[in-house]
């Protein structure tokens, strides 16, 4: 049964949010200037979706936004810990926060997200960064209006780490910065324990959002100019195990897809061992559900599967793609790979590469393994050195490269539909969008296209992305 956060509480977090607007407002009639606020995200799709919630209670609470953290009254860094270099990115991030408050002494540092659900992770930033003033976790996010009052009206630190019993917080306000497609999540947490990863500890259990809330959720978007949708969870197709409605992930997606409206839906991440054949076939059936699959094997060793817990053997993998590749003609793929997990040796590491060719992803996300205090993976040992395990690094790039150049190629010449989402990253003259299979495509074109959908000849392939001409 999904436990949902009250009105009650909702309302007191309400009260708080009040009283920081006319705070806000008796800053502004003082100084003169409005209360900034900044937030700056690392880590996954779920926590870009957090943050918008952040950004969303911070608005509602008056501050208004800035891009740069030296002018901002209110920084919140919402962090990741999958990796331990995310983590080090904050520290350091930390250590010139430290200088710009010696000079703004009333800034409010918050650190909140998977980092610091980790105990020691709070406990050492509390010793060694006493100028942070508000640390929460990922259970406490509604909380943030009160928690955010408390640490301006308070001395020392304001901490909430504590797990709660998984409630979900409906109605939280959200602030999003594109307002053509939207991350909706439709589940918490992860129950999997695969044995590398920190996430099932700090975002704790799977529970899934009932299907009337994401399906208001969706025509609120839709309403409001969306037409993308993403759902998101850590492992969608686990969605709805834990309701008493009786509907499954493929449910799901078909009752998104009959919303008018909507005109493409994407979903992440999928775990193999749940993809099941009813989900395949509501892909296949369901018209605005993108050709595009991210399925990650992070390894092709049915050894190493073992060790990380993953519950599939390769061969398993390999019958489920082959079924995709089967039922949806040309579906783009996608996964993540781990390189150099504990006991993993060269051998292995050919079995990746095997898999690579065998499956011929679009793009792969790939990740040396990075030791997680807590996890069982970290009791293990290495048998192959660091400059091993960057050597084979760099040859799955180079393995991969090869294919995804290949896959672009097959797209010259042909004509595609793109949702425009702006000025390109690296060239300011282009714009950028995504095509169904979520090919990035840049082309020549007025920045009012952005959000809308335009035909594109694809003229030129290249690894990551493909350039295009607007017919
Ligand atoms: N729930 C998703 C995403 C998990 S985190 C899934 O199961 O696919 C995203 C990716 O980070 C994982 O797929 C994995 O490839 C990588 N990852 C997780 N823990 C890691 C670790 N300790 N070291 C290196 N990469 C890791
Ligand atoms: Fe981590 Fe595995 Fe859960 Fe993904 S499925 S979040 S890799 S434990
Ligand atoms: Fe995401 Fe990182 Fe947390 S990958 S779930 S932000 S540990």
Redesign the pocket.
Known sequence: MTKIISEEELSRQRAFSAKLREANAHFAAEYGRERLAHTETY??QQNENDTERIRGMLKEAGFKFTEDAEKADVVIYNTCA???NAEQKVFGRLGILKNIKERRRNMIIGICGCMVQQEHITEKIKAVHDHVDLIFGTHALYKLPELLYNAMHEKGVVVDITQSDGAIAEDIPVLRETPWKAWVSVMYG?N?F?S????PYVRGRERSRKSADILNEIKELVKNGCTEISLL???VNSYGKDLDEGIDFADLIRMVNDIDGVERIRF????PKDLSDKLITAMKECDKVCKQL?L?V?AGSNRILKEMNRKYTREEYLEKIEKIKREIPGIALST???VG?PTETNEDFEDTLDILRRVEYDNI????????EG?P?AKLDFVLTDEEIHKNFNRLLEVQNEISKRKNEAYVGRTERILVDGASKTDKTMLSGRTDSSKIVNFKGDESLTGKYVDVKITEARTWSLNGELI
């Open positions: 880590g996954c999958v990796r331990e992860c999997n695969c590398y990863c920190i996430v969870g850590q492992n992440m991440t999928s775990h991210h990650p992070q993540d790979i781990i997990f996300f790939s990740f040396i393994y990075s030791r997680r996890t993976a």
